[in-house]
T-cell receptor, first 113, second 113 residues
Framework: NAGVTQTPKFQVLKTGQSMTLQCAQD?????MYWYRQDPGMGLRLIYY???????DKGEVPNGYNVSRLNKREFSLRLESAAPSQTSVYFC????????????FGPGTRLTVL | QKEVEQDPGPLSVPEGAIVSLNCTYS??????FMWYRQYSRKGPELLMY????GNKEDGRFTAQVDKSSKYISLFIRDSQPSDSATYLC?????????????FGKGTKLSVKP
């Protein structure tokens, strides 16, 4: 099992460009999450999907959109990238929204110039 | 005041030392407490998981929760160079937005041979 995979691993964008970060899990988990990690700020939840077909905002959703494409895949889209979105993005999944372990992907390092 | 406070360190100890990592929190609704370990340029992985107050031991690691003081700790005995990583505390309540994991900023630990 690959667990949680993310693409791309690295990306450099110019201000105003758009891009989609991809995430897939092969653990048959119902819930998936997108976090960003910034120095001095810790991990912060952007959006989550409790189950296929549902999405909800987390702590820092502004400037992002998400799509739960199917049970395996959850994508994060930046429509018009800003330097403030320079960060490391982690996707995670868990069995459900209960108190279960969240499994994290390896991350995407995004720089917006 | 942030919901979860964690000293970012860095913390440097000699091999074999006992390490104590701590977090404080302000939200009385938190019931589930976790410690994640994150190696450089990797995603976080769950290390310890406790529910409510008390101690939990797993090999060289002991997690301690004191809900009356809103204080959690992770102790590492006989620390090894392979323990060098960033340790993130995380906690959550149950249901709705209280089900979101709230992370501390992480403490960077270096164990010197």
């Amino acid at each position: 099992n690959a667990g949680v995979t993310q693409t791309p691993k690295f990306q450099v964008l110019k201000t105003g460009q758009s891009m989609t970060l991809q995430c897939a899990q092969d653990m048959n988990h119902n819930s998936m999450y997108w976090y960003r990690q910034d120095p001095g700020m810790g991990l912060r939840l952007i959006y989550y999907s409790a189950s296929e077909g549902t999405t909800d905002k987390g702590e820092v959703p502004n400037g992002y959109n998400v799509s739960r494409l199917n049970k395996r895949e959850f994508s994060l889209r930046l429509e018009s990238a800003a330097p403030s979105q320079t960060s490391v993005y982690f996707c995670a999944s868990s069995w459900d929204r209960g108190p279960n372990e969240q499994f994290f992907g390896p991350g995407t390092r995004l720089t917006v110039l | 005041q942030k919901e979860v406070e964690q000293d970012p360190g860095p913390l440097s100890v000699p091999e074999g030392a006992i390490v104590s990592l701590n977090c404080t929190y302000s939200n009385s609704a938190f019931q589930y407490f976790m410690w994640y370990r994150q190696y450089s340029r990797k995603g976080p992985e769950l290390l310890m998981y406790t529910y409510s107050s008390g101690n939990k031991e797993d090999g060289r690691f002991t997690a301690q929760v004191d809900k009356s003081s809103k204080y959690i700790s992770l102790f590492i005995r006989d620390s090894q160079p392979s323990d060098s990583a960033t340790y993130l505390c995380a906690m959550r309540g149950y249901g709705g937005s209280q089900g979101n994991l709230i992370f501390g900023k992480g403490t960077k630990l270096s164990v010197k041979p």
